[in-house]
């Protein structure tokens, strides 16, 4: 089910499956749609949250406990509904309860998403509650798709990636968007200075902020050519060999009753 809420700047749509943001637009003179439509011919998802890991598992599985677990990327949370336990003007607040069971994911645990509109902002929030008895690995991750270009009758080129610092791979505060800079799938940005990066139409200045500090990756990512959107991912861990999740780049270890709670921050200044 589709849930909205708007205040005097923006207009936002939420899927309770996944408790996915689902549109973004701007109010008030031209109206500019942010958010990636979902389009099945390219990739069907729009802003999906990665959890209980992020990326791919070595080999497709993970062990707990001589047990093997069947393991897609990036977690399973995006693909299951979540309830709607709170809706306000201009904020929607989503549960998902998840009992744990031997086919996969052994712990306990609940998982609350909230989007709080204010003024061009939105955040979303997702926190954790480990429910189990023993420590639970933990990694999360937005993979939000950026609409690009965001003005009608622009190209990719028009554009580019902005870094608040000097970040970009030739050293610079900017990254040129070019219809082969996905070829090799995403680019990953580790120990990031910068606060932020955003999606810039260059000749206007406009942009589409993600809030990056505090995460210790941040990836990129389209499809070769770029047909219509660029993910800006901020992610508390990265996929690393091995089965054991304890063990990958950056994960956290949360403790039986313990919380854990990360949010995007999204700017919409076009």
């Not at 791979?169 to 090799?184: H, I, K, V, W």
């Amino acid at each position: 089910m589709i849930y909205s809420i708007k205040n005097e700047s923006l207009s936002v749509s939420v899927n309770s499956k996944g408790a996915e943001l689902w549109d973004i637009h701007t109010l008030g003179g031209d109206s500019v749609s942010c958010l990636w439509d979902g389009n099945p011919e390219f990739w069907p998802r729009r802003a999906p949250v990665c959890f209980p890991w992020c990326g791919k598992v070595d080999g497709g599985w993970f062990s707990v406990d001589g047990v093997r677990y069947e393991a897609g990327a990036h977690g399973f949370v995006r693909d299951m509904e979540h309830s709607l336990v709170e809706e306000g003007a201009d904020h929607l607040r989503f549960r998902l309860q998840w009992a744990g069971d031997r086919s996969r994911w052994p712990w306990p645990f609940s998982f609350e998403t909230s989007h709080v509109l204010e003024g061009r902002f939105l955040t979303t929030t997702c926190t954790i509650n480990n429910l189990g008895a023993s420590d639970m690995p933990v990694q999360l991750g937005f993979h939000t798709g950026l609409r690009c270009p965001f003005t009608a009758g622009r190209g990719i080129r028009d554009y580019c990636i902005r870094f608040q610092m000097q970040e970009s791979p030739d050293g610079s505060d900017r990254l040129a968007l070019t219809e082969s800079l996905f070829e090799n799938d995403s680019i990953c940005f580790s120990n990031l200075q910068s606060e932020w990066i955003q999606l810039e139409e260059l000749d206007t200045g406009r942009y589409l902020r993600v809030a990056t500090k505090g995460y210790p990756y941040v990836l990129l990512w389209s499809l070769p050519e770029i047909p219509g959107w660029v993910c800006i991912e901020p992610w508390t861990g990265y996929p690393g060999p091995g089965h054991q999740l304890a063990e990958r780049p950056g994960a956290i270890l949360l403790p039986p009753g313990a919380s854990f709670s990360r949010s995007q921050r999204i700017e919409a200044s076009v």
